[in-house]
């Protein structure tokens, strides 16, 4: 039996992938492939073109609001939703091995996660530059093959600096303790 294929709109370690797993755990799937796709208009062409079977991607975050960026691809493709669930999310901040924070210059990741960190940045990283990025696990991951510079940070998953060989400089990092980001499993 051929494994079912999931897309999701994020790089190995991100938060789509975190809520893909959930969702299969919840609903007895256990024969699946993830797709990382990176972004929601990737994950919903690829449903689109049959290339995957489901679609897991984020709308809305309880802190952060609406993820624009997946109002803007649902527009663009017909998809019927199959679940809509919430996953608690909780931010780390994560750089090269032992980088000191006074180096850091810049800090990277998904536009989402960056308004959910929005008065800790504020409050910490005043005078650090902020970077928006495609994807928080890709941040990372460009962090650690050196496609960004030594000086940035990125806020990601705390699985991403095992996956990524990164220093977890600080933990839970959202703006609000209960940070819940609403998913959608999509299929055609």
């Not at 449903?47 to 809305?60: D, Q, R, T, W």
Request: net charge positive; hydrophobic share 40%.
């Amino acid at each position: 039996m051929e494994k079912i294929k999931i897309g999701v709109s994020g790089n190995r370690g991100s938060f789509s992938e975190e809520a893909a797993n959930y969702y299969c755990a919840k609903n007895g799937i256990k024969d699946y492939k993830l797709k990382y796709l990176i972004n929601v208009a990737s994950v919903l062409r690829a449903l689109n073109k049959s290339e995957i079977a489901k679609g897991v991607f984020p709308i809305e975050n309880s802190n952060g609001g609406i993820v624009y960026e997946a109002v803007y691809a649902m527009s663009d493709y017909n998809f019927k939703i199959e679940n809509i669930f919430e996953i608690d999310i909780q931010h780390c901040l994560l750089a090269i091995k032992g980088i000191k924070t006074s180096e850091i210059k810049k800090i990277v990741s998904h536009p989402q996660a960056l308004k959910q960190c929005r008065m800790y940045l504020k409050r910490k990283w005043s005078g650090a530059e902020l970077q928006e990025y495609s994807d928080t696990a890709s941040a990372a991951k460009d962090i650690s093959a050196g496609v960004l510079s030594k000086d940035c940070a990125a806020i990601a998953p705390k699985i991403c600096a095992s996956l990524y060989g990164l220093d977890i400089l600080e933990q839970g990092i959202q703006d609000l303790k209960f940070n819940f980001t609403t998913f959608i499993t999509a299929i055609k």
